[in-house]
């Protein structure tokens, strides 16, 4: 053999190693590329899960659930004592702003539960500063109270603070009523 042909076969092979070489090198960069979308995907769909299981892991939280069961039970039993005692909030609420002293006002009532299931009647009272001292006032308003047919003995005042609103000075009381009409 000589050299041309030699070379030329040499060439040959070497043409064909190249396009094997080239078809090898394309054939990975697709399966690489293919890979990479795959993962892609695969991350996209676990972040996806993820977000799926920490929205449940939310709903169903132990925590909340159980306080939110506490506050069912809570309102289940006011209802029923409210129905039970079949206390006429509308009559009961009328007859506090009836006897409610001049420069008095109500601005807040809180019912609460104690231990045992007794329900707490917290009323805060504002008065604007008069002739008449606030606590002579509020005396007079238990009294009242406790004569009335709808509540009965052991009104308490609970607190006692002096504030100042819109320039005036006024004192703010706290009192409980017993949890059920006057027997």
């Not at 042909?5 to 070497?14: A, I, M, P």
């Not at 009961?92 to 420069?103: D, I």
Request: hydrophobic share 40%; charged share 25%.
């Amino acid at each position: 053999m000589n050299v041309i042909e030699t070379r030329r076969k040499y060439s040959r092979y070497l043409r064909i190693f190249y396009v094997f070489a080239v078809i090898a090198f394309v054939a990975t960069t697709l399966s690489f590329v293919t890979v990479i979308k795959k993962n892609l995907a695969l991350k996209k769909e676990i972040n996806a899960l993820q977000a799926d299981i920490s929205d449940k892991k939310k709903a169903f939280d132990v925590q909340s659930l159980e306080k939110q069961w506490r506050d069912y039970i809570w309102k289940l039993k006011t209802i029923n004592l409210m129905m039970n005692g079949r206390s006429l909030w509308g009559n009961r609420l009328k007859e506090l702003a009836n006897m409610l002293p001049a420069g008095m006002c109500i601005s807040n009532i809180v019912v609460s539960e104690e231990q045992g299931g007794k329900i707490k009647y917290y009323i805060e009272l504002m008065a604007v500063q008069s002739e008449q001292k606030g606590f002579k006032q509020v005396d007079g308003y238990i009294n009242a109270i406790e004569s009335n047919k709808y509540f009965g003995k052991g009104v308490k005042v609970q607190s006692h603070e002096r504030r100042m609103l819109n320039g005036k000075e006024v004192e703010i009381f706290q009192i409980t009523l017993p949890s059920g009409p006057a027997k």
